[in-house]
């Protein structure tokens, strides 16, 4: 897994935790406020639905990317699906902006191989037929035609 898609995705848990503890916060203030002042119950009962969901989807960001996030591509699923909760909840949300932009992250790690001692020897070992063809041609043994069609051969 991509280490910048897995940080944003650290970064959407974080910030899925915060709103579930804004949330929290939402619902103690409505209790604490005098009937009078308080909002539609509506908007509470909106509230505790919005903290199991973020529950949720925090639950599968955090499973969709454990071990390393070496499981990512098989546990997918689970990474899609937090992103649809958080479409559907608050599409504004910092944490769902984050996912959108973790989607368009390729999941490939592009590593550079090092040039391992097989193919080194693989490379010297061509060198080696090149000039050995080369002192044939110089020598007479070929003629150019046979040398360019083993040097082809080779290459």
């Not at 989807?57 to 955090?62: A, E, H, K």
């Not at 969709?64 to 997918?76: L, T, W």
Request: aromatic residues 12%.
């Amino acid at each position: 897994m991509n280490n910048t898609k897995r940080a944003l995705i650290i970064t959407a848990i974080i910030l899925n935790i915060l709103n579930i503890g804004l949330n929290i916060y939402l619902i103690v203030s409505y209790f604490m406020l005098p009937s009078i002042e308080r909002e539609p119950l509506f908007y509470t009962i909106f509230d505790i639905l919005q903290i199991v969901a973020f529950m949720i989807s925090t639950g599968f960001l955090i499973y969709s990317i454990a071990g390393g996030g070496k499981y990512f591509q098989k546990r997918y699923g689970f990474y899609m699906t937090s992103v649809m909760i958080g479409l559907i909840l608050n599409l504004f949300s910092a944490s769902t902006i984050i996912l959108i932009i973790t989607m368009f992250i390729s999941d490939m790690v592009w590593i550079k191989p090092e040039e391992d001692k097989s193919a080194s020897e693989m490379k010297s070992d061509k060198e080696k037929k090149i000039e050995h063809l080369r002192k044939l041609k110089e020598e007479g043994k070929i003629s150019e035609k046979e040398f360019e069609d083993e040097l082809i051969k080779l290459l």
